[in-house]
C-alpha cells in the first residue's frame, strides 16, 4: 500500500518555529519529486514549496521565501518542510504530494501530485 503520512503540526505562536515531515511507506521517495502544499479555509490548495527527487532544484511560494526550507533525506524515505517566523496567514492543513512527471516549478503552481497524504493542521495564532 502506497501512502505518505505527515506529521509535526500543531499550534505555534507567531514568529515561531514547526518542522513539518512526509515520510513514505510502501514506495521509495528516491524517484520522486516532492510538493508541500497548504489549504486554509474557504481558499483553494495552493503549492507551498517542492523538491526534486535529487534535491537539487527547489521551488518556493513567494510569501515562503525565506522563512520556509524545505529538504529531503532519501535514506530516511522522508521529505521535511522547515517553517521559521510564522504567521497567522500560515494557517492551513499542510500536505505532502508525490510526483514523477512534473517539474518542480510545475508540480507547485499547478498543484499537481501522483500520491497524497491526509495533511497535518497548522495553527498560528497568539
Known amino acids: 500500500q502506497l501512502q505518505l503520512v505527515e506529521s509535526g503540526g500543531g499550534l505555534v505562536q507567531p514568529g515561531g518555529s514547526l518542522r513539518l515531515s512526509c515520510a513514505a511507506s510502501?514506495?521509495?521517495?528516491?524517484?520522486?519529486?516532492i510538493g508541500w502544499f497548504r489549504q486554509a479555509p474557504g481558499k483553494e490548495r495552493e503549492g507551498v514549496s517542492c523538491?526534486?527527487?535529487?534535491?537539487?532544484?527547489?521551488n518556493y511560494l513567494d510569501s515562503v521565501k525565506g522563512r520556509f526550507s524545505i529538504s529531503r533525506d532519501n535514506a530516511k524515505n522522508t521529505v521535511y518542510l522547515q517553517m521559521n517566523s510564522l504567521k497567522p496567514e500560515d494557517t492551513a492543513v499542510y500536505y505532502c504530494?508525490?510526483?514523477?512527471?512534473?517539474?518542480?516549478?510545475?508540480?507547485?503552481?499547478?498543484?499537481?501530485?501522483?500520491?497524497w497524504g491526509q495533511g497535518t493542521q497548522v495553527t498560528v495564532s497568539s
Open positions: 504530494a508525490a510526483s514523477d512527471g512534473f517539474t518542480v516549478q510545475s508540480m507547485c503552481v499547478m498543484v499537481r501530485g501522483d500520491y
Open positions: 510502501g514506495f521509495t521517495l528516491d524517484y520522486y519529486a
Open positions: 523538491i526534486s527527487s535529487s534535491g537539487g532544484s527547489t
